[in-house]
């Protein structure tokens, strides 16, 4: 039986992915496996459950409030793992799903004006573009033995396997929605100490710094241990930190030798509530680039779930993000600071 404080409430949805990966092997009921769940919040999700299907529709009624603290809490805990979730925890703009934004394209003007003078007018532009919501979906499988241990650690290796997938799923569609071609971008000037702080100092031309009140850096790790050594202030460390006075974090989904600098009050930024479903009865290929879509399939070879005695977990997360102003984000690339020369 699992022992998990009730108050700890991102770490009900590995209680209750656990319970729904069980549910599949074991051909029962989630009644079933709610008495080994030692969490008050869980066992109410696990209950509603029994007959809305999947968790994440909104035909949990009232205790869809449950799922969404859950949720949320479960978010909130992958805010060291993924940009996007950081910035959703502190800094971003957070808005409704399905909604159109009103964007300010060309600022309103204050006057200055002498006494008795008249106050001239000045035309504020908005433009309204829609946020809609994007999938980002991990699937991991484990052996029937896993998903019907509801021990401690299984729920442990269970919860860390599906934090990893959605932080890292999550953070590549992220920046596919909020970079393009026209995202300022470019190489490392060199891989001294002065092209280190000429490459930062390019940054900060590229992101407007005035009035913003959240930045970070975003870089992958071999970005990170280099920075690490260039920081004279000692904030800056392999796994993040500060960089200049700003929060810096590292991301697997940043391609390597980049370093991205964002400005979050200038990105708008929706997000639901975790989807979550299992089988042990499908057909699946176990690749990290599938290739049996429904628009170009390529024949592959399929494992059977039933067969191998597996389940495979399915975590759905539906997101949007936005970007508010154009010179909200820039990035430096090819960057090997502290390599040797011709290396």
Known sequence: MVSVNDGNAAADIGLVAKAVAARAT???????LVPLVRSDRAQRILKAAVSAGRLGDDGFGSILADWRVASGAFFGSLRTASVFFRLWDSGGRRVPTQTRLGIVSSNATAWSRNEGQPIPITTLT???PSITLHDAASMIVMTREVAENMSAEANNLVATELRGAVAQTVDVE?????MDSGTPSTPSLGNDLDSFKADVRWLFDQVSMAGGRSF????????????????????MSPMGGELFGIPAMVSDAIPA????????????LALDPIRLDASDEAAIQMLDNPTNNSVTPTATNMVSLFQ??????????????????ADAIA???DIAWGAASGS
């Open 26 to 32: 074991r051909r029962c009921g989630l009644d079933e």
């Open 126 to 128: 908005l433009t309204g």
């Open 174 to 178: 992220f920046f596919d929605l909020i």
């Open 216 to 235: 970070l850096f975003a870089m992958d790790r071999a970005t990170a241990n280099a920075a690490t050594f260039y920081d004279d202030r000692g904030a």
């Open 257 to 268: 030798g980049t370093l991205r600098l964002i400005r979050a009050d200038d990105l708008a």
């Open 308 to 325: 191998t005695d597996g389940v495979a977990l399915r975590a759905v997360v539906s997101f949007a993000a936005e970007l508010v102003k």
């Open 331 to 333: 990035e430096v690339t």
